[in-house]
């Protein structure tokens, strides 16, 4: 079998309501679905979360002459290859080796989400090659996995109390853990928002902070002390997007609550030394922003032998495989209870795995990943129109 094409298909629409995290605003949804094709007529998708998806989906397209004509099943030459282009190295220079010549630094993000978006692809290839499920090609057997919804986001003009009235209607669905966004507040506002959430979901439903990189050391070591009443299961992003593993481990230190990363780190390399730090209770990675569902695996592989939980971020119809394959290894895969979060996601697949009304992720028995796209969808959302 050999790959014969890569496809992109940038996709961009509104959301209802524009509303900030601690770090940025959002007024769209945006994702671009990969196609890998081979000459057996067996087509692979992913899906990346990333921007510029211009470039992203130009580097997919030089990504996509080195890899044609190789074998879509040798998912790890080809992940090491493409990931080559990302350095200098000798033979490199105007593209001798084959490989286009060393990515620009400033490219590098947008390098590792085309490498993501191809990898996922290959996964979705390999799985309908044997006719299982991706979760069942890593050993993984149940096809229902535990979930959790994140909201709260900031919306200009909302009272704080506004989010309590969504995170009741989450533990309504079904949910048993729920993710509130913090950190774009002072200390006293945000606990009025957290006492909020906490009256309305009960003490047994799980708490978690996202916080999106808002504090230093020390303010963060206040906060974790002030929050703590409210049996706060981790703390997420806490810290700057420059501190490194030794201010995680001074914040692991001081803080009462476990802290949780690892997001937007681009690969398992920075992941590993977070890992090491000892800082970390959870480690969160996403193979629909860098690197794919390899470089995803590499990580949850090392985190388990290191006795840190993996609750890989977003996209539960890719990572809830993943989540199933590592049972008490992992805490589960994130949701958003709202579609208006992210539309494309809901509108893209006819048939993926969902969040159902038990709180969890139910994965279907299709090869692969399992997903069906909708291509009258993708059209009306396509950057292309």
């Not at 096809?143 to 309504?172: M, W």
Request: hydrophobic residues 40%; proline residues 5%; aromatic residues 10%.
């Amino acid at each position: 079998m050999k790959i014969t094409e890569v496809i992109t298909h940038p996709m961009k629409v509104d959301i209802k309501q524009a509303s900030w995290t601690a770090h940025e605003m959002s007024a769209s949804a945006a994702l671009i679905l990969f196609e890998v094709h081979t000459d057996e007529g067996i087509v692979g998708y992913g899906e990346v979360q990333g921007g510029s998806q211009h470039v992203i989906c130009e580097l997919a397209r030089q990504f996509k002459e080195c890899i044609l004509g190789m074998d879509p099943l040798g998912h790890i030459e080809i992940w090491e290859k493409l990931f080559s282009a990302t350095s200098p190295r000798p033979g490199g220079l105007g593209s001798w080796d084959g490989l286009p010549g060393p990515l620009s630094r400033e490219q590098r993000p947008q390098a590792m989400a085309a490498i993501g978006g191809i990898d996922i692809a290959l996964w979705d290839i390999k799985g309908k090659v044997a006719n299982q499920p991706v979760y069942k090609l890593l050993g993984g057997t149940s096809t229902k996995v535990f979930t959790y919804s994140t909201g709260g986001y900031y919306v200009d003009g909302e009272p704080l109390e506004a989010c309590a009235e969504e995170f009741a209607g989450f533990v309504e669905k079904g949910y048993r853990a729920v993710k509130l966004k913090t950190g774009a507040l002072g200390i006293k506002r945000e606990l009025e928002r957290i006492r909020a959430v906490r009256e309305v979901i009960g003490p047994r439903t799980k708490l978690m902070l996202d916080m999106n990189a808002p504090y230093n050391v020390q303010d963060c070591i206040a906060f974790a002390r002030a929050v703590e009443p409210f049996n706060i299961y981790w703390l997420e992003e806490p810290l700057h997007w420059y501190l490194q593993p030794a201010d995680y481990v001074r914040l692991a230190e001081a803080s009462p609550i476990p802290l949780a990363h690892g997001e937007r780190e681009w690969s398992r390399f920075t992941v590993r030394d977070f890992i090491d730090s000892g800082a970390l209770g959870f480690v969160q990675f996403d193979s629909t922003r860098y690197a794919g569902f390899t470089e995803s695996l590499r990580i949850a592989h090392y985190a388990e032998q290191n006795g840190v939980i993996i609750a890989p971020h977003t996209a539960p119809q890719i990572h809830a495989h993943l989540v199933s394959a590592f049972g008490e290894a992992a805490f589960g895969a994130e949701s958003h209870g709202g579609y208006d979060r992210h539309p494309i996601q809901h509108g893209l697949y006819s048939e993926c795995a969902q969040a159902m009304p038990d709180g969890m992720v139910h994965l279907n028995e299709r090869p692969g990943f399992g997903l069906e796209i909708d291509f009258d969808y993708v059209k009306s959302a396509s950057l292309d129109n």
